[in-house]
């Protein structure tokens, strides 16, 4: 398989046909080779309209989907972003090549580890590991919260972490009927929210709903 044109083919026929025409976004994904962010043996798929296995009973987000949340984001060189969920360590390098400094948190130590491993080229990310569903309590605000699975709720600490004019992107609701928002603190007390899409995403992995799920490929 030709993986350079099975990446053009997912910008040019998932992501653009999804309503992602920023220039800045589909250049991002061109130029970022999903297929080095998966396990070994299935680089064939990186390229797919899937929610793709990556470990420990995880999924990487559909393609689609990381473009539709970045373009709305709209991340800038001069911001700090906090991401929940490192998983593959795939849209940590995509929030990396935009942002000032990523803040990234994951569950399983694991996959921290392995996107470690494939992020060793940037110098502004940061990496935890723990439980960050609710909340990251590191005293810190942040101009961009990206979650990277889906919660029942909006977590007020969340919304609270946001400097103004920050930007939280978050996936709520129960399977299937999940929705994708984008969150603005506008004032200390006011948010204002975007709703984007209609979509279903794999829960964020949490304390309180920690268990397998079986995937295979």
Known sequence: MDLDQARFFM???????????????????????RHL??????????????????????????????????????????????????????????????????????????LQEQAKSRLNEFKNIQFHTGDASSNWNDGQEYDV???????????????EKLTLGGRLGIITGKSPAMTAQIITRISPDEWEAETLFETDLTPLL????ARKTSFSF
Do not use: C
């Open 11 to 33: 910008v040019e026929q998932q992501i653009r046909p999804w309503d992602v025409l920023d220039p800045k976004i589909l250049d991002l994904l061109q130029n970022t080779p």
């Open 37 to 110: 962010f998966v396990e070994k043996g299935k680089e064939g798929l990186a390229y797919s309209d899937i929610e793709l296995p990556i470990g420990e009973d995880q999924t990487m987000m559909f393609p689609r989907v990381e473009g539709r949340l970045l373009q709305a984001l709209d991340i800038d060189t001069s911001e700090n972003v906090l991401e929940v969920g490192t998983g593959s360590g795939y849209l940590t390098a995509l929030i990396a090549k935009q942002a000032q400094s990523v803040t990234t948190v994951e569950w399983h130590p694991t």
């Open 145 to 159: 919260i990206i979650l990277t699975g889906s919660v029942p709720d909006v977590p007020q600490t969340y919304k």
């Open 206 to 209: 949490t304390k309180n709903n």
